[in-house]
């Protein structure tokens, strides 16, 4: 068994996106794209749909992802289509179909531990991300570098 932390749950994220990209795959979708309908559904109209992409998928690109949307008929001022709905709820059940029966499988107090270890992961690599972080040695090796390369940066 792989110990709780980051080798393990990095061999579950990438597990669980090749399923995902084999499904999506059968319907010409990338993950920015499935993200993205995601979100449009499960958003609150509040702003734009670009910016919340953009915030919460951390897509810097969500203009275009969504543009593509919209070209393909699933998404028509910020919100699914009709269309879009039914691609949503059709890939949907397909991956519960794949994978539904591994989350059943997990007992109710293992899947709320689970969830508070990773729920607190997630919410303190949020703030590591966040703007207002001093940059580490490895970012200012990293800055250096490009900036040595002419390249222009925004402050960390």
């Known amino acids: 068994m792989i110990p709780f932390g980051p080798r393990l749950m990095g061999q579950t994220e990438k597990a669980l996106n090749r399923v995902l990209q084999r499904i999506l795959e059968h319907h010409d979708l990338g993950e920015p794209q499935w993200v993205t309908l995601r979100l449009a559904q499960d958003r609150r109209p509040a702003g734009s749909l670009a910016d919340f ?54 007992p109710d107090d293992q899947a709320t531990n689970a969830a508070l270890a990773l729920n607190h992961l997630l919410s303190g690599c949020r703030q590591l991300v966040a703007d207002d972080v001093q940059p580490t040695p490895a970012t200012r090796r990293i800055r250096t570098t490009r900036e040595a390369a002419g390249e222009t940066l925004p402050d960390a």
């Open 53 to 106: 992409v953009a915030g919460e998928g951390q897509y810097p690109y969500a203009v275009g992802i969504i543009a593509g949307l919209h070209a393909r008929g699933l998404l028509r001022d910020d919100a699914l289509t009709e269309e879009g709905r039914l691609l949503v709820a059709r890939v949907s059940a397909t991956v519960d179909h794949q994978v539904g029966h591994l989350w059943a499988a997990i």
